[in-house]
């Protein structure tokens, strides 16, 4: 499928959300621990190529120039310490994107909401309590459920299966370019977040 154009949310069940940089702005977060943890290897982050990615694959790509091979136990220190740091950011500020929470606040009493991120399941849910929104994405489905992250479609597939809803009657909402192949390998329309589409309100206003 290809990116919503109109504003109709007609025919739609089930609203897939993206978390980082489509609910919340946290990709400065993620960018920041990034070049955090990093910077004492000397590398340099740029963030927009890996924007969308698994931690664990992000960070594999970080690292695929350091000029010798790191242990998977390596790899792993170096993502635990990563998440460890955008989730101490996380705790001392964190707000949902300008227009996000009125939408999910007309939008859960009318549609399914579930979310499918490329963020570990402990950084989510510890975000999603602070911005106050615990419980309202069913299913939430998170980098540790996938083997395979985005560009993948394997976690927009998995929500649909367990929310027993056809491809036509969801909509992503997605702000990376990862995010926008996964969804449209697995068949699914998308909207780009980084638009403000949070005025798509047919369907949604009162």
């Known amino acids: 499928m290809s990116i919503m154009k109109n ?3 007609r025919c ?5 959300f993206d978390f980082d940089g489509t609910v919340a702005d946290t990709s400065p977060l993620h960018a920041a621990a990034f070049a955090q943890v990093l910077a004492p290897m000397k590398i340099e982050v740029n963030y927009s190529s890996i924007a969308g990615l698994r931690t664990i694959d992000a960070m594999r790509q970080c690292l695929a120039g350091v000029g010798r091979p790191l242990s998977d136990a390596d790899v792993s220190s170096l ?3 990563k998440q460890r740091c955008v989730r101490q950011m996380i705790a001392r500020s964190l707000w949902p994107l300008p227009g996000v929470d009125e939408f999910l606040r007309r939008a859960r009493s009318r549609f399914r909401l579930a979310m499918a991120t ?3 399941r402990d950084t989510v849910r510890f975000a999603l309590e602070k911005l ?3 419980g309202w994405f069913d299913p939430l489905v998170c980098a540790d459920d996938v083997a395979r992250g985005k560009p993948d479609p394997e976690g927009f597939l998995h929500v649909l299966r367990i929310a027993g809803v056809a491809t036509r009657e ?3 909402f997605e702000d990376s370019q990862a995010g926008f192949m996964a969804a449209a390998a697995a068949g699914l329309d998308f909207v780009d977040a980084r638009s403000n589409p949070w005025r798509i309100s047919a369907g949604v206003s009162p």
């Open 7 to 9: 504003s109709s949310l």
């Open 12 to 16: 739609k069940r089930l609203l897939n």
């Open 79 to 81: 993502v635990e310490a």
């Open 118 to 120: 490329s963020g570990s």
């Open 132 to 134: 106050g929104y615990a």
């Open 170 to 172: 969801a909509l992503v």
